[in-house]
């Protein structure tokens, strides 16, 4: 079985985000889809999203409900959860791929600079910066991958694929943007 996750992160209300996902989710057919927060609403940090539509986004994510794996972004207020149909209110979330543990993330409350505890070969996945990552480090993989609806620092939108051989970031052109080999 080959496990493969579409990961993705700060969807942020964006019709075009979850169209993106949609599409993504179609090229590649992952198993199931990893969702590090952010979805529905763009915060007050954030831009209003051009095409800022959080019901048809809710409409979009609640099709893949049962492929969806969520956690609570600094964006996410109970009043999402009341309209989605895959639970995204926990603060982390974590799973083993092969003998590694990867542990799930918005990264407000774990994240690069404050890490859960980990071996050197897990995996911690999180979003929250919108900027893509792929970092070897002592404590741990440290894997970003971008946002698919408001990217920064120059960055284009962005989502990735995780699966036992790889992590690919991908654009949402679907081109290969930074790839590590697990």
Known sequence: ?????????????????????EKAYEIHKPDQILCLGDILYHGPRNDLPEDYNPKAVIEIMNKYAEKIIAVRGNCEAEVD???????????????????RKVFMSHGH???????????????????????PMIELTPAGILLNPGSISLPKGGHPRT????????????????????TLML
Not at 1 to 21: F, N, Q, R
Not at 81 to 99: A, G, I, R
């Open 81 to 99: 959860q009341m309209v989605l149909d895959f639970p995204c209110m926990s603060d982390y979330n974590e799973f083993l791929l092969n003998d």
């Open 159 to 178: 989502y990735a694929i995780l699966n036992r051989e790889s992590f690919t970031i991908y654009t949402i052109e679907n081109k290969a943007y930074k």
């Open 1 to 21: 079985m080959k496990e493969t996750y579409l990961v993705i992160s700060d969807i942020h209300g964006a019709l075009s985000g979850a169209e993106a996902m």
């Open 109 to 131: 409350i774990y994240s690069p600079e404050k890490l859960p505890k980990l071996r050197e070969k897990d995996i911690f996945l999180s979003g929250h910066t919108h900027i």
